[in-house]
């Protein structure tokens, strides 16, 4: 999967990342951009990265790829350039599916890299069978109805077994957790899982919109 900054992945999809790995499927997670200076300071970036990485054990990510592009920042590179990154991590990888940021998130970094997965992920260009686009909670939930896609899912993985993997792992983004009510809270979390869950009869789930499957 792609993330355009680390916890977009466990905000996405830790849940079904946890069930998977425990089930036995190799998981990898590409997180696109770091911060830089003035931004960031490298203090905050390194402390990211770590929780990252410890947030990624607990998940049981096989394989995590840190591409250290400029946070906030993906609109100053060229675009083939964005696009020749993916592809290399693609090239390596050969997911069978590929889970990407939501188009319409209010993150331009989201944004873009869901147009550069695009096209590295073209089909018979190392491209996956599958692709599903994940919601992030406080990115996608913030668009412009009528004036952006709108986030309507069509395909659903139960969590249940694997909720509280994910919030646990999202406890270990110490910088990014915030108290409640706020929306990338704990209980924030919960209920979104909640709620998806109870669309489709189960306890909790994630819910993702499919762009393409091949069979």
């Known amino acids: 999967m792609f993330a355009p900054h680390a916890d977009d992945e466990v905000l996405g999809l830790g849940g079904a990342i946890a069930r998977w790995a425990r089930e036995g499927h190799e998981i990898h ?6 911060g830089y200076p003035p931004l960031f300071s490298p203090e905050e970036e390194a ?4 929780e990252a ?11 995590s790829r840190f591409l250290d592009l400029p946070a906030a920042e993906l609109d100053t590179l060229r675009h ?19 889970y990407l940021p939501f188009p319409g998130d209010l993150h331009r970094d989201h944004q873009l890299v ?8 073209r089909p018979g260009n190392h491209g996956p069978r599958a692709l599903y686009a994940y919601e992030t909670l406080s990115e996608t939930n913030w668009n412009a109805p009528f004036l952006t896609p709108s986030f309507t899912p069509n395909h659903y993985v139960d969590i249940s077994s694997s909720l509280e993997d994910k ?31 109870a669309t489709i009869g189960v306890a909790a789930a994630e819910a993702f919109v499919a762009i393409r499957t091949i069979h």
Not at 53 to 63: M, N
């Open 29 to 34: 997670v590409a997180v696109a951009t770091r």
């Open 47 to 50: 402390a990211c990265q770590a």
């Open 53 to 63: 990485r410890r947030a990624h054990a607990r998940l049981g990510v096989a394989g």
């Open 80 to 98: 083939r350039d964005l696009n020749a990154r993916l592809l290399d991590c693609l090239r390596e990888v050969a997911p069978e599916e590929l």
């Open 114 to 121: 869901f147009a550069s997965a695009l096209v590295a992920a």
């Open 167 to 197: 919030l646990d792992a999202f406890a270990l983004f110490r910088s990014q957790l915030r108290p409640p009510p706020h929306e990338r809270s704990l209980q924030a979390l919960r209920a979104l899982a909640t709620l998806r869950g």
